[in-house]
Each structure stands twice: as C-alpha cells, then as structure tokens.
C-alpha cells in the first residue's frame, strides 16, 4: 500500500503515479495532503508537502483531480489528512467532498481517539471509514478501544517517531501486531519506516497490509526534472517490494 | 494604532463570565485546548498530567519550587513606580512589575524551573525546548545546567541570527542549539521541529514548552507556573497603591506572561486586562502576528486556539519585528479570554513598539525587549487617556539588551 503526496510537484502528476502503482498490484492507496506544519512527518515528506505549497496547490484541485481519474483506478483509495484542514472545511464538508471525489476513508494522524467522537460519528453517517492509529507507545487496553473505534482498517505504527525509512524495525513488532491481530477483527496495516523487502518479508504474516510512504516520496522527488525517471524508480522499489510480499 | 477601541478607557462588560476553574479534564477551556497531537504522545501526555496534579498537591514540591524562585532566581521581582514617565506622559500612575530583573532576563525561568523539576520526578534523562526570542532557550539551558539534564534547544534559523546574544548563552550552559532551516525559519518551526524530536524521543525526554500553548496539560501548567506573576503583582498593589490597579497591560505572542499575569485577577472584575499582540507592518494577513485580532478559531501545534491560517487550514506566514512574538497562533485561554470578553485583545505596530523602546529607556534607564515593547506602547496611549489618581500596571516581561545589535541593525547604526 504505497503513500503518495498529492501535488508533487504537480495533481496531473499525482494521478500518473496512481495509475503506475495500480498497475503494478497496489491493493490500495494512500493520499497524503499536504500541511503547513506536519509534526508526525520526516524530512523527505514534510519536503514533498512543502514543494507541494509552494506550488500553490490547493484543496480543492486535490479533489478535482482525483474525481476526475478516479474511474480508471479499481483499488480504494483514502486520504491522509491533517486535522487542522479537516476543522478550517468543516468535518461534514470534507468528508462528502472526499467521498465525492472517491476516497473510501480518512486518517487523521493527529486527532486521538478522545477528540474523534463528533468525526468519527459524521463518518458513520456518510458511510466513510475513519481509520485510527496505534503506536508503540499504546498501552494494551488502549489499543483495543482505538481498535474499536476504528473503521476500514486499523493503522499500526512500527516505530515511535517520524515517517522515514529505517534500516531495521524495531524488536518485538511483530509480536505486538500479532497480540493485536488476535483480538480484532479489523484489518491491520502497518506503515512508518518500511522500505526494504526483508521489512516486508518479516511484516506480510502478520499483516494485512503494509504502507510505504517515504521511500517512495523519495523516488518521486526528482519529478520537477524527469518525471519518466521518477516514476521509474518508485516503480522498480514498488515492484521488489510486490515481489517480496509474493514470495510469502 | 492597528484598533480604535483599545484606547479608551472604559472598561469593557464582561459576558458569560470568565471562570478561574479551567481547562476541565479534557484540557478544554470553553472551546478551546484540548490535545491534537499523533498518538504516540499520549501517553507521556497522560503521565504529564498525573505527574503535574501529584506536584501540585505536594507541598514538597511547592516548596523546593519556592526556593529556586526566590534565591535562584531572585523572586519576588519589583513592582516598581514609574514616575518620571507617569509625570511625562500626564495620565494614570505606571508601574512595571519587573520580570526584566528576574535571573536571565524575563519570565521564562519561572516556568522551565518548574517543568525541569517535573523531568525529574518523571524520570526522563533529557530536555528538549523551543525558543523565539531566544529567552525560553537560555531559561531552559540555565534549568538544565543546575539540574544536571542534556539540553536541546530547537531555534528558527532567522531568529538564531537576530538573537545570537541569546544563542550564546545558551552554549555558554551547555546547551545544543540546533538552527531550524525549514519554512519561516522562526518560531512556528521551531516547536516543529521540537514536536518531531519529541516524536522519537518520547519515552526518555521531556519536552518544556515554553508558552501556554501545545496540548493539553501544557497550557495550564505553565499558566500556572507564571501565575507567580499576577499573584505577587496583585499582593504588591494591595500593598503599594492600597488597592487593586485599573488597568493591567501585557503583550501576547504565546501568551505565557499575559497568562501569568492575568490569571489571578481573573475574578476581579474591576481590572481591565489589556493583551497586546504583535501588529507588525500593517493589518493585511502576512505583515503581523495577530491571531486573536485577525484571526479565527483552529488547530495548530496541538490545541484549539485562534490562529492565523488560509483557507484551507495552511497555517499563513506572519510577521513581527520581535522574535517571541513572531507566531501563528496563540494559547487557548487566551481565547478562551477573548471571547468571553474578559480580556481586551488589541495590537501594537513595530515602528509603535520601537518607539516605546526608546521612551523607557530615555525616560527611565530600563532597556526593555522588543516583545514588552509592544504592551509598553499600548499602555502609554492608555495611560495618556487616565487621569492621575488611576493606576496602570505594565507586565514588564523581559529585558534588551538581547535586541540591541538587532535594534542597531534596524536604524543603520554601527554595532
């Protein structure tokens, strides 16, 4: 499950990229919109959004764009978005209009499940999936209530810290999902830090999803220049990593 | 003057009264706070607060805190009769409580002695902080530097240059003072750039912040850690003038010293409380740093708060001439404040701030920082407005001599 930046450097790019990660087998998307002030976000992302502004990009094109392509993609796609968007539209008004645009669900990385009750009660009414995030830091009895609240799937993060790849993931990941795993139902997808194939030949059993958000925002950093080079390189990681996920 | 209003003296009706029992549990006062972080942070959030409310209710700690404030850091600071500038300026009486003359220079310290003793009782081995101005760094370095705690010091690389006095003093202690490079390069980044640290160190570092801004229980423990402010002002008025003052006057980036100040006076209704933000250039969005004048109600740096944002919630560039108050948004009870009408928000140009700069220097031998200067500017148009036999107290929050090489570079001066 890829993460692309929307408007890196450019939608009509953004589209491309999904239509390329379609093709290769992605089983879903994940759409990153770009924030001013992203505090959960390592350098290569917060760069992406910050070229992504400074290209002026705007919400609505975001949606507009994705409306319009969405028909040639068969896998779901949802959005990650800050809260500080979702409140300036109004949560009622984003979620239709990411609805309307195609987008199955939202995550907020930065509404807990204390602060999501008015959020995630909207979500339920229009039909559209809020997914919540775990964390290491989580304690047991936490996760199962964030489990509960979540809807689509629930996101599990291998690291405590920023997105970026890591080298090696963290001791006892595994463990931990697969604790998690047994007492829910929902579909767990772990994302920050995967980039390699023995990440996700070490993740694929316990999963049912993996997100790889950074290394492939890096590949497309050069699109300004080459935007056929870019693709081609967050290609070639994307299809290592299918191939690994394969070889399970 | 940016608002026509502010320069009267009636004091404004309060409405749906202002309450002193705030945030609630969910950090929340009225509308506004509550805690919008990645959930990776709650849990040493949680621990926070749990730590803070045992701190609170023991003695102990009130105690060694008490100390530190009074032989460490020299408190009670001075609640000091301006005269000659009262005479000059021909209205109400001013005082400055003297926050300049605490150790290092403002009131930050009052805050990162508290939030320092609390790393301890939880345990964590390390400090990160922001700083604008560069005053909350050298405070946290200098709480760091008497407990013994590593201290990282995130700074926007347009403030390292216009404050290098403060980044100096911060080496000095043994601080590491990493420049921020990343958007405006000030404040904003900074806590940024301290919240993404904070991210991957969560579980062995604490993090002081150093307004009455961030997630919930931030805002109201340092709240409550400058409050040490308002309460001897308040005692020092009852003694000095023999009653309360009329009208009390702080400047507004964060908030922090207008927190401090403000918050025991709350309830006396009597007081009018004056916040001053950073005008800037002019009123068109981008050429100041007022959020509660010209902003509106979002979600930056972990709370809900007035806040300078386009719109679709990209927080805007803003601008001020000092470092501390060159931020987006500001703490949520302030606008909490705000709109309960408690407080009178209102802003001060830069050319007004530098102005007032030099009347307290000229006229009372006191360098004052250029954030203070914006409340001194504003205070002397209310005190002009004020007869005799009223009083006017001025949150007198740090010291200049940090902006006098900016302040020489402003006028072309030789430094």
Known sequence: MPFVTAGDPNMAFTSKVITRLGQLGCSMAEVGFPYSDPIADGPVIQ??????????????????????????????????????????????????????????????????????????????????????????????????????????????????????????????????????????????????????????????????????GSAIVRCLESAAESQEQALQSASQLVSSLIAALESQ | MSTVESTSPSVTPTKAQASMQVPDATGRFGDFGGRYVPETLTRALDEL????????????????????????????????????????????????????????????????????????????????????????????????????????VYMGAEDVRRQKPNVFSMRLMGAEVRAVESGSKTLRDAVNEAMRDWM???????????????????PQMVRDFQSVIGKECREQCLSSIGRLPDVIVACVGGGSNAAGMFYPFIQDTSVRLVGVEAGGRGQIAGEHASPLSFGSPGVLHGSYSYVMQDDDGQTSDVHSISAGLD????????????????????????DEALGAFDLLARNEGILTALETCHALAKAAQIAKSMSKDEHLVICLSGRGDKDAAELARLRGQQW
């Open chain 1, 47 to 212: 760069a992406s959004y910050t070229r992504a502004l400074g290209n002026k990009l705007k919400l609505q094109q975001i949606f507009d764009q994705i409306q319009t392509d969405r028909a040639q993609w068969s896998m779901p796609l949802v959005a990650m978005v800050s809260y500080a968007i979702i409140h300036r539209q109004g949560p009622e008004s984003f979620i239709l209009a990411a609805k309307q645009a195609g987008f199955s669900g939202v995550i907020v990385p930065d509404l807990l499940v204390e602060e999501s009750h008015a959020m995630s009660s909207l979500c339920r009414k229009h039909d559209f999936n809020l997914v919540q995030l775990v964390t290491p830091t989580t304690p047991p009895e936490r996760a199962l209530r964030i489990a509960e609240a979540s809807s689509g799937f629930l996101y599990f993060v291998s690291v405590t810290g920023i997105t970026g790849e890591r080298a090696q993931l963290p001791e006892g990941l595994v463990e931990r999902v697969g604790w998690l795993k047994s007492r829910t139902s929902l579909p767990i997808c772990i994302g920050f830090g995967i980039s390699k194939p023995e990440h996700v030949k070490l993740l694929a059993p316990v999963s049912d999803g993996l997100i790889v």
């Open chain 2, 49 to 152: 607060v749990v730590e803070y409310q045992k701190a609170r209710r023991d003695p102990d700690f009130q105690a060694e805190l008490d100390e530190l404030l009074h032989r460490f850091v020299g408190r009670p600071s001075p609640l000091y009769h301006a005269k000659r500038l009262s005479g000059m300026l021909g209205g109400a009486q001013i005082w400055l409580k003297r926050e300049d003359l605490n150790h290092t220079g403002a009131h930050k310290i009052n805050n990162t002695l508290g939030q320092a003793l609390l790393t301890l009782r939880m345990k964590k081995t390390r400090v990160i902080a922001e700083t604008g101005a560069g005053q909350h760094g050298v405070a946290s370095a200098t709480a760091c530097a008497h407990f013994g705690l590593p201290c990282v």
């Open chain 2, 200 to 218: 991957s160190s969560v579980e062995h570092t604490h993090y002081i912040i150093g307004s009455v801004i961030g997630p919930h229980p931030f």
């Open chain 2, 327 to 350: 931020y987006p948004g500001v703490g949520p009870e302030h606008s909490y404040w705000k709109d309960t009408q408690r407080v009178q928000y209102t802003s001060c140009r830069d």
